[in-house]
C-alpha cells in the first residue's frame, strides 16, 4: 500500500469515527431533550423492520427498571422524612410504611456517616424516578403500590429461618443498612441482566450510567456492614451471619448470583463471578427476589405486582 493510500485510507477510518461519536451524542441529545418515547417513534421512521421490536424491547426494558427505582426511592426518601416527594411521581398508589415511622421527619439516625449515605442515595434514586419517568414520556408506567412493611417482616422471617420477627429497617441504622443490603445488589444485577435487552446505545449508556451508581451505592453500603459483621444484629445472630443469610435467601430464587461479605478469599464489596463480573440476573429472578416468592406474579414488596408489560 502507497503513502497516499494509507492516507486516504487513515482518512476515511477517522471520519468514519468521527460520524459515529456524532450519531451517538445526537442520539443522547434527543433522549434528554424530546423524551423516550418521541425518540423511539422518531427511529422507528427511520430504520425500518427493526424499529418496532427496538420500540417494544426498549420501553418495556426501561419500564421495568423504573419499577425497581420507585421501590428504592421510596426506601430511601421514606429515611429521610422526603417520601412525599415521590408520592407527587406516577400516581396516587400507596406506598406502606412501618406504623411508627413519620413520613416527614423519617428515622433517627444516630451515626453521621450513616445519616449521609442515606440522604445521598435518597437523592440519586429520586434523580433516577425522574429522569426515567420523563424520559418515557407517556409511556411511563405508573408507581405501582409499594410494601415497606410487612414485606420486610416477611424477608427477616425467610432469611433467619424464622428466627427474626418484625423487622423494621427504620428502627436504628444497623438495620437500614440491612434494608438497603437487599436492595443494592438486586439494582446492580438487574440492569446488568437488562443490558441485552436494550437495543438503542444511548439507552444502553443511560442504563450503564445509572448501573454504575447503583454499584457505587452497593459498595458503600457492604463496606459499612463488613466494618460491622462481628456486631450482633439481632435473634443472637452477628451481622455477617444476617446478611449471608440474605444473600442466600437471594441466591436460591435469583439464579444463585449472590454473595454475602465474604467468602473464601476474604472480604467481598464488588460481588462477582470468578472473573470479576457483575452477575446479571433476568427479568424473572429478579421478580422472584422482590416478590419474595419464585415464579409469582405479585407479592413481597410489590403487593399487586410490577406495572407495565415485564411483570
Not at 405501582?144 to 427477616?156: I, M, Q, R
Not at 428502627?171 to 437487599?182: C, Q, R, S, Y
Not at 437495543?199 to 454499584?215: C, R, S
Not at 461479605?261 to 421478580?287: K, Q
Request: net charge neutral; charged share 20%; glycine share 12%.
Amino acid at each position: 500500500m502507497t503513502d497516499q493510500n494509507r492516507s486516504a485510507t487513515a482518512e476515511t477510518l477517522t471520519d468514519a469515527t468521527t460520524e459515529a461519536a456524532l450519531n451517538r451524542r445526537a442520539a443522547l441529545g434527543l433522549l434528554g431533550k424530546v423524551g423516550l418515547g418521541a425518540a423511539l417513534g422518531t427511529a422507528a421512521l427511520g430504520s425500518g423492520a427493526l424499529a418496532a421490536p427496538a420500540k417494544n424491547i426498549d420501553g418495556d426494558v426501561l419500564n421495568f427498571a423504573l419499577n425497581l427505582e420507585y421501590l428504592e426511592a421510596a426506601f430511601y426518601l421514606a429515611a429521610v422524612g422526603r417520601v412525599d416527594e415521590l408520592r407527587a411521581i406516577g400516581g396516587g398508589a400507596e406506598i406502606r410504611l412501618p406504623a411508627n415511622l413519620d413520613r416527614t421527619r423519617g428515622m433517627q439516625f444516630k451515626n453521621s456517616n450513616v445519616e449521609a449515605l442515606a440522604r445521598d442515595i435518597a437523592e440519586d434514586e429520586l434523580a433516577h424516578v425522574k429522569f426515567l419517568y420523563g424520559a418515557l414520556g407517556k409511556a411511563a408506567a405508573p408507581r405501582p403500590v409499594l410494601d415497606l412493611s410487612g414485606a420486610f417482616d416477611a424477608a427477616g422471617r425467610a432469611a433467619s429461618g424464622g428466627k427474626i420477627v418484625g423487622f423494621n429497617p427504620y428502627a436504628n441504622d444497623l438495620f437500614f443498612l440491612h434494608g438497603a443490603f437487599i436492595f443494592e445488589d438486586v439494582g446492580v444485577t438487574a440492569y446488568n441482566g437488562a443490558a441485552t435487552l436494550i437495543t438503542n446505545p444511548a439507552y444502553l449508556q443511560a442504563a450503564a450510567g445509572i448501573l454504575a451508581v447503583e454499584a457505587y451505592h452497593g459498595g458503600v453500603v457492604r463496606g459499612m456492614l463488613y466494618e460491622q459483621r462481628q456486631v450482633t444484629a439481632a435473634a443472637g445472630l452477628y451481622v455477617g451471619q444476617v446478611i449471608d443469610a440474605i444473600s442466600a435467601l437471594r441466591g436460591k430464587v435469583g439464579g444463585g448470583k449472590d454473595v454475602g461479605l465474604s467468602d473464601s478469599r476474604g472480604a467481598v464489596f464488588a460481588p462477582a463471578d470468578r472473573n470479576a463480573v457483575a452477575y446479571p440476573r433476568t427479568t424473572r429472578e429478579v421478580l422472584n427476589i422482590v416478590y419474595l416468592a419464585p415464579g409469582a406474579s405479585k407479592g413481597g414488596f410489590y403487593p399487586n405486582g410490577l406495572n407495565g408489560t415485564i411483570k
